[in-house]
């Protein structure tokens, strides 16, 4: 079992940069692909970035791609998104998640659903004002 706690989410102004940390309590960690999500009410939770892996490989949405960055820190367990350029937009709850099968061919198509994955943090609230 593995447990996972996100933190850093506040509330900024439009423009500014952010970086949100998950923390990773089991066995496996650097086996697994570790992904970041976000849900706004009333809206599907939708993917926003993974690093499989062992960081072999890392994948964005088209919305986040070239501000946001995920890295992985597999000696601390932690996983780590760093935000810049933040819009209006990206205000949303922000889950960390943990899929055990690691690395795919499937690329993103495998990775940006949802279903995929086996482990869910609790989420932290990103806050983007204008």
């Known amino acids: 079992q593995v447990e996972l706690v996100e933190s850093g989410g506040e509330l900024v102004q439009a423009g500014a940069s952010l970086r949100l940390s998950c923390a990773a309590s089991?066995?496996?960690?650097?086996?697994?692909?570790m992904a970041w999500f976000r849900q706004v009410p009333g809206k599907e939770r939708e993917f926003v970035a993974v690093?499989?892996?062992?960081?072999?490989?890392?994948y964005y949405a088209d919305s986040v791609k070239g501000r946001f960055t995920i890295s992985r820190n597999d000696v601390k367990d932690m996983v780590y998104l760093q935000m810049s350029a933040l819009k209006v937009e990206d205000t949303a709850v922000y889950y960390c998640?943990?899929?055990?099968?690691?690395?795919?061919?499937?690329?993103?198509?495998?990775?940006?659903?949802?279903?995929?994955?086996?482990?869910w943090g609790q989420g932290t609230q990103v806050t983007v004002s204008s």
């Open positions: 998640a943990g899929n055990r099968v690691g690395a795919s061919l499937g690329g993103q198509d495998y990775f940006s659903q949802k279903e995929k994955y086996d482990y």
């Open positions: 089991g066995r496996g960690f650097s086996n697994y692909a």
């Open positions: 690093v499989t892996r062992q960081g072999l490989s890392t």
